[in-house]
Each structure stands twice: as C-alpha cells, then as structure tokens.
C-alpha cells in the first residue's frame, strides 16, 4: 500500500510544504513541493490566517494519510521561535481536524535519517532528498526541501498508518532502527 506523507517545516515569512508517496520497498515519489508565504510586513494575525489558508488548501488538495512537522526547537530569536510555533500550532489543527495522524520531528533526527549524519547541513540535505527523489536538482527554496525530508522520514521511521502493512518498519536501516529502540526506551 502506498502511504502518501504531507511534511511541513513550519515558518511565519516561508512555510516549507512536501508531499511524497512511499511504496512498500520504500521507493519514494514526489507529488508537490513548495512554501506557503506571508507578507513580513502584515499584521501577525493576517500572516497567520495566509498560512493557514494555504496550509489547509494543500493538506486538502493532496489528502495525505500522514504528516510531520518539524518540532520546535529553542533558539536565540524569540520573535522566529514564537511565529515557528503558531505555525505549528495551525499544522497541528488543521491535521486534527481531519484526523490525520502527526508526527513531530526534530532537525537533527530528520537529517540522521536522509543523510546518515545528525549534523549534516542544508546542502546536504537537499542532495540527499534530490537523490531520494530522483530530482536531477536539489528542490528549492530550503524550506521546501526540508518539508520534503521530514515526510521521507516519517515514512521510513515506520510512524505513518499502515506502515506495517508497507514493510517500512522492517527494512529500516541499522542507525534508523538503533534510533528507533533508543525513542521506545525513553518512552518506557
């Protein structure tokens, strides 16, 4: 069964979209890519509604069976940590109002899972999500590429409904597997 992962990395100017189908060996496939942006210059309410807006028209339009979204991190700037959280928070409505299932992912552990290296940076990142897709060019802007990433390894971490039935669960690599029995440790 084909499991279909909308990935969201959440921002106020730039909020990054990717939306992947992944087979049962797998095989990822790319459906949309792209960022839903808000005028800096607005009012934080009107920017947030654009976002949602936006958010909600494409969660519709590609009805995935998943999302995941980029778990918010402390950072020096608060102003970027508060609009990166009300983002999230707008995801996180919008897929519980259509019970759609989220997974919440942290920068470091997305990049383990496309790269095989925690730290990995963003070009990096986008190669490896290039590669994944097939893409003869790495997926711009970053946000982008990054929502891309979040959703493969949603899917490949074995949280996405049905991932069982997909076999994604058992063919996981050995450092995505040990990061898997290390998270259900921590859980007990």
């Known amino acids: 069964m084909t499991i279909r992962v909308l ?3 959440p921002g106020l100017t730039r ?3 990717g939306v992947v189908d992944v087979e049962p060996d ?3 496939t790319l ?13 934080i309410e009107e920017r947030l509604l654009t ?14 069976h998943a999302m995941a979204v980029e778990r918010v991190f402390a950072q020096h700037n608060l102003r970027t940590v508060m609009g990166t959280a009300q983002v999230s928070g707008l995801a996180l409505r919008a897929a519980a109002a259509r019970s759609i299932p989220v997974g919440l992912r942290t920068p470091s552990e997305v990049k383990a899972a496309i790269t095989g290296y925690g730290a990995a940076d963003k070009k990096q990142v986008q190669a490896m999500v290039a590669r994944v897709l097939r893409l003869a060019e790495p997926p711009q802007p970053a946000d982008a590429a990054d929502a891309l ?10 949280d996405a409904p049905d991932a ?3 076999g994604a669960s058992s063919s996981l690599t050995p450092a995505q597997r040990a990061w898997l029995a290390a998270e259900r440790g921590t859980k007990r």
Request: aromatic letters at 6%.
């Open 7 to 9: 990935g969201i990395d």
């Open 15 to 17: 909020c990054g979209i």
């Open 26 to 28: 797998r095989r990822v």
């Open 31 to 43: 459906v949309y890519y792209g960022v839903v942006r808000s005028e800096p210059s607005a009012p």
């Open 51 to 64: 976002v949602n807006a936006g958010l909600e028209a494409l969660i519709d339009e590609h009805e995935p």
């Open 149 to 158: 990433a979040l959703a493969i390894c949603h899917a490949w971490r074995g």
């Open 164 to 166: 069982r039935a997909t």
